[in-house]
C-alpha cells in the first residue's frame, strides 16, 4: 500500500557547510534545533541552512549562517553572524521561528478581520 503522507522533516531540511566541514555534531545539531519549525508550520515545503566560516572576519563574527524556509507565499530568510557555530544555529532558528509567528498572526488577523472593499462603480443587479 502507498504511502500518501508528506515528506519528513529529514527530507525537507538541507544543510550546507561552506568553508566549514559539516560534523555530525553540527547536522544533529540543526535537525534538533529545526524540529521545533517543522512542528510549528506543516507546510513548510523545505528549509536550507547554510552554516560558513569566514576567517577574515573579526572574532566575533566569523560564523554565519543563513537559512531560508521555502514556503506557500513569500520565503522567508534570515541570516545571524556569531563567534561560534552553534550559537549561529540556536539564533538562527530563533529568528526563523518569530518569523513563522509573525507571518501565521498576519494569516490569522485576515481571516477573522476582514477588510471592507469599496467599490466606486454601481455593481448592476440582477432580476
Known amino acids: 500500500m502507498p504511502n ?6 529529514a527530507d525537507r531540511l538541507i544543510v550546507r557547510g561552506i568553508h566549514l566541514e ?3 555534531a553540527l547536522r544533529t545539531a540543526v535537525t534538533d534545533k529545526t524540529a521545533r519549525l ?8 523545505r528549509l536550507r541552512i547554510d552554516l560558513e566560516h569566514d576567517k577574515t572576519q573579526d572574532v566575533n563574527h566569523r560564523f554565519l549562517a543563513k537559512a531560508q524556509i521555502e514556503i506557500r507565499g513569500p520565503d522567508l530568510i534570515a541570516s545571524v553572524a556569531s563567534d561560534d ?20 498572526s498576519h494569516h490569522k ?6 477588510r471592507g ?10 432580476s
Open 4 to 9: 500518501n503522507s508528506s515528506p519528513s522533516a
Open 22 to 24: 559539516l560534523t555530525d
Open 38 to 45: 517543522f512542528r510549528h508550520e506543516e507546510h513548510i515545503v
Open 85 to 104: 557555530a552553534y550559537k549561529c544555529i540556536d539564533l538562527v532558528v530563533d529568528k526563523l521561528d518569530g518569523l513563522l509567528r509573525k507571518r501565521h
Open 109 to 114: 488577523e485576515k481571516v477573522h478581520h476582514p
Open 117 to 126: 472593499v469599496e467599490l466606486t462603480d454601481e455593481i448592476p443587479k440582477v
